[in-house]
């Protein structure tokens, strides 16, 4: 099993997202990587091996300052567990990142949609998908992300947890989940997506679970 945390706020959200996926470090990884938002730019570090490795890279390579962010530490189902197929996966037009927990059962069809439309497919994953089909969906959903989410959600088949952010709407997380946890924290100011509850639990204990086929919008507030 994998894991996934994400985090918007008033905090740098690389510390809270790193300190929750060390916390979700006993469900087993082989990688990990970290995507955050600032000035309105989707930045990410991805490693293959433990926590310690990409926290290493954070030390000689630092993201700048952020207050969302989303983390992921991955259980490779399709391809290898190297740097490139580590989440988050960003969208080829670097607006949209994404972390996926589970299998999208129909990803090869989708991948030879993308790759018909010209879409460059970086890595052999199964989920890298979701982040092209969210951005090619943004525009007709009037940038909304949420509702891309939901019109991209319809599209997948499988299990899934999915939390996405948005390089033009830096104060948002966006979750969706089929047959794979979510769970939602509530803070002051400060708000929670993880696969498990001990990921944010030094921070809030206002937690609950997403239900079948939800999509949750997160701000600072609410
Ligand atoms: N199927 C995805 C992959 O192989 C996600 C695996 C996971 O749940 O960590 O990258």
């Not at 469900?27 to 091996?49: E, H, L, M, P």
């Not at 991955?74 to 990142?97: E, I, K, L, Y």
């Not at 946890?181 to 803070?187: D, E, I, N, R, Y």
Request: glycine share 10%; aromatic share 4%.
């Amino acid at each position: 099993m994998c894991g996934i945390v994400g985090y918007v706020g008033e905090k740098q959200a690389l510390e809270v997202v790193v300190s929750g996926l060390r916390r979700l470090e006993y469900r087993g990884y082989d990688s990990a990587g970290v995507a955050v938002v600032a000035d309105g730019t989707i930045q990410t570090r991805k490693k293959a091996g433990k926590l310690a490795n990409l926290e290493a890279l954070l030390g000689e390579d630092p993201l700048p300052d952020s207050t969302t962010g989303i983390g992921h530490t991955r259980w490779a189902t399709h391809g290898a567990p190297n740097d490139v197929n580590a989440h988050p996966h960003v969208s080829s037009n670097s607006r949209v990142a994404i972390i996926h927990n589970g299998i999208i059962e129909n990803f090869a069809e989708l991948r030879q949609e993308l790759a018909d439309a010209g879409v460059p497919l970086s890595s052999e994953t199964d989920s890298e998908v979701v982040a092209h089909l969210l951005a090619a969906a943004l525009p007709a959903c009037g940038g909304d992300l949420p509702e891309a989410m939901r019109a991209v959600c319809r599209r997948l088949d499988g299990a899934f947890t999915l939390v996405a952010i948005d390089a033009d709407q830096p104060d948002l997380l966006v979750g969706a989940r089929r047959n794979s946890p979510l769970v939602v924290g509530l803070g002051e100011g400060e708000n929670f997506l993880a696969s498990d509850v001990a990921a944010f639990i030094a921070h809030t204990r206002r937690a609950l679970e997403l239900g079948q086929d939800q999509v949750v919008v997160l701000t600072r507030g609410c």
